[in-house]
């Protein structure tokens, strides 16, 4: 894909939402981190059920590792792999406060130290909460960005190297948010929506999915 491609399907992208950011709830960089850990392999929907009720009880490191593994678990118990998030967020709590008077950390070498946070939860963390031009690349992502064109790549990382080199700088900050949303409500795995597409003009996916006419029984239209 040619630069003036990219830079018009973030154009496009920006035009339509000019201020994306994340659908997971959250306060504080404390409240973010905790969320994006429980967000694996769970829906953001989910999430925010349980941190509602969470961080009125626990919203700060000192108030979660009061609370304990045990009581974390009675909040994020319908999140999968519950038990697992539990340790990893009572732990890396302990860690904010005893190594970093506990505030979260705005390096990615501090943060890929806590349990359960990896490149992509560090990435969302220092993007979201700390402004930093950083692209957390997840399965929406990856796929637009191979289905597109934008940045096509084997793997989550070199995924997100293409984007970091090729988005337009005055577009990098939001690129993250924008492709996700466009993933998770457009650009979809099995169905895409690409009738629908703001950039279906520009996108390099070939095998588009198109409009059918109306099932004259029920009136409704078909995409294919």
Do not use: S
């Given at each position: 894909m040619n630069p003036q491609k990219r830079r018009e399907i973030f154009r496009r992208l920006h035009a339509a939402n000019?201020?994306?950011?994340?659908?997971?709830?959250?306060?504080?960089?404390?409240?973010?981190?905790v969320a994006v850990v429980l967000s694996a392999q769970a829906t953001d929907k989910s999430v925010n059920l349980a941190t509602a009720e969470l961080f009125r009880k626990a919203n700060t490191p000192e108030k979660m590792v009061q609370l304990g593994v045990a009581g974390l678990e009675e909040y994020i118990k319908r999140i999968g792999l519950y038990r697992m998030k539990a340790k990893n967020v009572i732990a890396l709590s302990?860690?904010?406060?005893?190594?970093?008077?506990?505030?979260?950390?705005?390096?990615?070498?501090?943060?890929?130290?806590?349990?359960?946070?990896?490149?992509?939860?560090?990435?969302?963390v220092l993007n979201t909460a700390f402004g930093q031009p950083t692209v957390a690349v997840d399965t929406h992502i990856f796929r637009v960005s191979n289905r597109t064109g934008i940045a096509p790549g084997k793997d989550p990382l070199e995924v997100e190297l293409k984007l970091l080199k090729f988005t337009p700088?005055?577009?990098?900050?939001?690129?993250?948010?924008?492709l996700i949303l466009h993933g998770r409500y457009v650009c979809l795995a099995r169905k895409p929506g690409c009738p629908q597409c703001l950039i279906r003009d520009v996108c390099e996916f070939r095998p588009k999915t198109k409009?059918?006419?109306?099932?004259?029984?029920s009136g409704k239209r078909h995409v294919l």
């Open positions: 000019p201020n994306p950011t994340t659908e997971l709830r959250y306060t504080t960089p404390y409240e973010l981190l302990q860690i904010l406060l005893e190594r970093h008077c506990g505030a979260v950390p705005q390096n990615r070498e501090a943060l890929e130290a806590l349990p359960g946070v990896g490149r992509k939860t560090a990435n969302v700088p005055e577009y990098l900050k939001n690129a993250h948010h924008w409009d059918v006419p109306a099932d004259p029984r």
